[in-house]
């Protein structure tokens, strides 16, 4: 599997949680360069958010990734809610 495939891999896995680059490049066993290139690529995507948040790992306020579950349901929360209830 390839580094944007594991990296999107992680980020669903922790849907709707934030990490930045350098806790997402330990995660995945790479540097932060790589990660950082890898993510920028993979936030072309609806289905991953780049934005500056909190990083659930490290709490620090920096640039961020996160994944949505499901791009269409992204913009109503309650289609989304009731999404994941009956999931
Ligand atoms: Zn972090």
Avoid at 29 to 44: C, F, M, N, P, Y
Wanted: hydrophobic share 45%; net charge positive.
């Amino acid at each position: 599997m390839d580094l944007a495939a594991r990296a999107r891999g992680f980020l669903i896995l922790h849907e709707g949680a934030d990490f930045c680059d350098d806790c997402l490049a330990r995660a995945l066993g790479v540097d932060a360069a790589q990660a950082r290139e890898t993510l920028t690529t993979l936030a072309k995507s609806p289905a991953i958010l780049r934005d500056r948040w909190t990083c659930k790992f490290c709490r620090r306020s920096t640039l961020v990734s996160r994944a949505i579950a499901n791009p269409t349901f992204a913009l109503n929360r309650r289609s989304r809610t009731r999404l994941r209830r009956t999931a």
